[in-house]
């Protein structure tokens, strides 16, 4: 005969914002905002709108605009984000189902 013995948690669950101030996430966009805006890009979103991924629900990633920025200036933007430890996503080209148009995704 096989017995089975339950054994209660005795974790608290976390809140989604609680969790993402907890992991850094609030800083953290603000700090890819940062630097962005520092090198002249427009950041589009953050931590809201329609994204696949947890990354923008916990403020690790943000996405800028590119159209009004030469593919020189995008390519410089990238490696020196890239420099950082900043991880690039280029979506100029397309993205997935929740893509809104050309951006690169910023994420750390």
């Known amino acids: 005969m ?6 209660e948690s005795t974790f608290e669950t976390i809140s ?7 992991m850094g996430g609030a800083g953290t966009w603000r ?3 940062s630097f962005a805006q520092s090198h002249g890009f427009h950041v589009t979103s953050t931590t809201g709108g329609h994204h696949k991924g947890w990354a923008h629900r916990a403020g690790h990633a943000i996405d ?3 159209r009004d ?22 979506e ?12 690169l995704h910023l994420q750390m």
């Open 16 to 22: 989604t914002d609680n969790l993402a101030e907890a």
């Open 31 to 33: 700090q890819l905002s």
């Open 2 to 7: 096989k017995t089975t013995e339950t054994t």
């Open 92 to 103: 100029r080209h397309g993205g997935n189902s929740a893509w809104s148009g050309p951006h």
């Open 64 to 66: 800028v605009r590119t």
């Open 69 to 90: 920025h030469s593919s020189g200036e995008v390519n410089a933007f990238m490696r020196a984000a890239r420099a950082r430890g900043i991880t690039v996503i280029d």
